[in-house]
């Protein structure tokens, strides 16, 4: 039980959900600056997602379950631009995306979708005299669907002031959200011929909250070539903080 209202069940018949991506891509590096952009095709078999629905006592219920498919088509742009003491590091992803409910979704009276999705990110950097540098990292992601619902969050971004001691040590301050006071990390919406629901997990800030740290990089042993692949970004589950 999650609260009075939802019980939460596992699914012990659940099947692996496969992936098949396509991609055209094409990069190029001039001067001190490199750019790429990508044309893509994603599809995800026996999507493993929430299923929720009203039970015989009236509590939602939800439960993961394969509940069809999901195609993404897009293009993606993403660079490292350097000025001098300042760099510059955006990406912007764009797709549409398609899902397709299996017949167990489709007795929940579960339709196929389509939606714009948005995928951006920035990070800007700029260093100064006595081994400081200043940064601005920013990251945002349009509401996506989910087969049977959608999910959101807030933008997020980071302001941050380091002072490098030597090569391997590092330390500084951080402020996450400043003057935001609220910041949603992660909400739902489902709208059911049955039921709507609607759910957002917030967290309550301090006006300029602020965060300390230090680093020490250190490594030791063999270098090893290694091979690059493209890594899969699972799908992002509920979670509290940041």
Known sequence: MEDPFTLNLGNTNLRPETHHQVN??????????????RLFYHKTADA?????????????????????EIRRTG???????????????????????????NQLAAEH?????HKL????GLSVFATFKKSFTASVNFQYTSPANQIQGNTFSDALYFVSLEKS??????????????????????????????????????IQLSTVPLWFKISYRFSSGKNVQKIERTGEVPVQEKRKGF
Do not use: C, W
């Not at 509590?59 to 993961?64: A, R, S």
């Not at 999705?117 to 951006?120: A, D, F, P, T």
């Open 117 to 120: 999705v948005l995928k951006s």
């Open 75 to 101: 293009i993606q742009f993403s660079g490292a631009l350097s000025f001098g003491k300042v760099g510059i590091n955006p990406y912007l992803k764009i797709f549409e995306a398609f899902s397709s409910p």
């Open 24 to 37: 055209l891509e094409y990069s190029r590096r001039f001067k001190n600056h490199f750019f790429t952009a």
């Open 165 to 202: 001691f030597s090569k391997n040590l590092k330390a500084g301050i951080v402020s996450g959200l400043p003057l935001a006071k609220t910041f949603t990390y992660q909400g739902s919406e489902v709208a059911s011929a049955d039921f709507y629901h609607y759910s957002k997990g917030e």
């Open 109 to 113: 009276q579960i339709e196929s979708k």
């Open 48 to 68: 493993i997602r929430n299923l929720m629905f009203l039970n015989e006592n009236g509590l939602f219920e939800i439960q993961k379950n394969n509940l069809g």
